[in-house]
């Protein structure tokens, strides 16, 4: 099965921040913040099609999203997913002595995981702490 | 002036107005969810004053605040977790007696959040951390920190809101897209006001918008820089080369030098330039010193025209808590109070770096997600040791709490005092009564604080 490496970034969306408010316990949440956006060159190398969910990975962990066409784009070499415990499944912890990790700018490797779930925040997070 | 329109000017004025026999309006309500702090929502309320039908004027995030705060299936008393993971409902003395041991017997506390609550709060949380010797960091830590340490190294000129929707010409947002994040910041102060110089509105500004991603704010850009992502730094260099008209190589991240010509020159040739930031150079490498440039090229720019550069600031009064502290301990984020006085290290007293290092061994969280949004390190950190969660949500920081605390919204449920992006401070407004028997943060804080000052025999 192929795999792609990108460079992911993260970050706020308006649906990231509505559904939040709305209760990140809700299956809203994890619809708005459990994916990955890709552009449509990303998804040719990948073989897969839109709205299929993908496991990414990168040296600091690993999780399950659904990859979708990217709605801000194109960002070539760029894949993103919204702010959220999704993302910070993978990002780069280090903060290099300023206190920040560096939550832009992880390298990670996609590949297809159709057979694995998308969890919620609250399974995700109990799944990765407890 | 039609007497019609008076009354109708004066109905709006008013704070609380009745609109036929169905519903009360709250004007002039000030929203909690970002650091814009729009201050013009109007509230809708059933005739008993107790529910909220509509939110007139909020963005779709703080009208979700407003309606999510009446949801049937929202807490109200406080929840311990059990040895099998299941929650029992405690009451918040019982709440109070575990957090306040739990602060007692921590060797180096974390207490951490601070940034979605009232000022009067936060300062009842600067004495119970100074009480407990604990670590105190807020939301800066992962937002807009790299800026407060840029600040603190070379200063920083700046402008209120209001002297940018009157003023600014030139509005550059770099690494931020508020059309997402700060959705009413364009409309209310920096694209779409027509302000006192800026008659034209919209079409009396240059817009131009620094993303590696084509955003829906770059969509709306007069110039769209799409850079390579992670060079701020040297894009930033090379407009300040341009600004003094020295030579560039033809490209830099990923841009055309004659781009970047043209960006030097709409900002020089406007009246009032202004830079606002965000994310994208806050948190990708480079960090404080993409900020440290960013500032530089506003000095620059201050030899040509008026230039400011203004942080967007994320949690509505993550900038109150910076002051806060700002006056009682001098620094703003990443406090390490456990030596008795105040010490202030970046990369060291910082929360992550103290979780990730195992330097504290209790957490404390109020008004912020740190389950949601730190990295997942971390976040097994705080599901390790004893911990406590204050938040009105169930979020993922609750769930990996020991203990779980719902309190009254603030500037729905409860009022205060919160700082907007710019340094401004605001009095936000109750809107409707907290469910029955709920505590505030600050009744809850000055609880445990009490309670504290008792165990130490200090009280």
Known sequence: MPEIEINLISGRTIDQGVSMENGKEKIAYRNACGIIELDAEEFKKLGAYRNTNVRVTSEFGSVVVKAIQATQGPHPGLGWIPMGPWANAVVDPNTYSTGMPTFKGTPVKVEVASDEPVLDAIALITQECL | ?459
Request: overall charge neutral; some cysteine; hydrophobic content about 40%.
């Open chain 2, 1 to 459: 002036m039609s007497r019609s329109w008076m009354r109708l000017r004066s109905l709006r004025r008013s704070a609380y107005r009745q609109v036929g026999n169905l519903a009360k309006i709250v004007t002039d309500v000030v929203c909690p969810f970002c650091g814009t702090l729009c201050d013009d929502l109007e509230v809708a309320l059933d005739d008993s004053g107790e529910k909220i039908l509509e939110v007139y004027n909020a963005c779709a995030i703080g009208a979700a605040k407003f309606l999510h705060s009446q949801a049937e299936d929202r807490l109200t008393r406080p929840q311990m977790k059990q040895e099998d993971g299941s929650w029992k409902e405690v009451t918040y003395d019982e709440a109070v007696e575990y957090t306040a041991q739990m602060l007692i017997d921590a060797k180096k506390p974390l207490m951490y959040g601070w940034s979605s609550t009232s000022c009067s709060a936060q300062s009842v949380g600067s004495e119970l951390g100074e009480v407990v010797g604990a670590c105190m960091d807020n939301t800066a830590t992962v937002c807009h920190g790299s800026s407060l340490i840029a600040v603190q190294d070379v200063g920083i000129p700046s402008a209120t809101l209001g002297e940018i929707a009157n003023r600014a010409d030139r509005v550059v947002f770099w690494g931020c897209n508020p059309a997402h994040a700060h959705p009413r910041h364009m409309s209310r102060y920096s694209i779409f006001p027509r302000g006192f110089f800026t008659g034209k509105g919209s079409k009396s500004r240059k817009m131009v918008v620094v993303d590696p991603r084509r955003t829906d704010t770059a969509k709306m850009a007069d110039i769209h820089l799409q850079l390579e992502q992670g060079h701020d730094y040297e894009l930033l260099s090379a407009i300040r080369v341009a600004i003094r008209g020295e030579k560039l190589p033809k490209t830099v991240a990923g841009i055309p030098a004659e781009t970047i010509y043209e960006v030097a020159e709409t900002l020089k040739s406007g009246r009032f330039a202004v830079i606002f930031f965000g994310m994208g150079v806050t948190q990708s490498l480079g960090k404080n010193h993409n900020i440290d440039i960013a500032i530089a090229v506003t000095r620059d720019l201050n030899d040509y025209t008026k230039a400011a550069i203004i942080p967007m600031r994320g949690h509505y009064n993550v900038t109150g808590s910076g002051q806060v502290w700002g006056w009682q301990f001098g620094f703003p984020f990443c406090l390490d109070l456990s030596r008795g006085f105040a010490r202030y290290n970046p990369g060291d007293s910082s929360s992550n770096d103290l979780l990730i290092r195992d330097e504290v061994d209790a957490a404390f969280v109020l008004g912020s997600d740190p389950g949601a949004h730190f990295p997942v390190g971390s976040v097994r950190k705080i599901a390790q040791m004893p911990s406590v969660c204050i938040d009105p949500h169930i979020t993922p920081t609750s769930a990996v709490s020991k203990l779980h605390v719902p309190v009254a919204f603030v500037g729905v449920e409860v009022g205060g005092c919160a700082y907007r992006m710019d340094n401004v401070p605001i009095e936000t407004r109750k809107v409707v009564e907290p469910p029955e028997g709920m505590l505030t943060d600050e009744e809850f804080l000055t609880m445990v604080l009490k309670r504290v000052k008792e165990m130490k025999g200090a009280a």
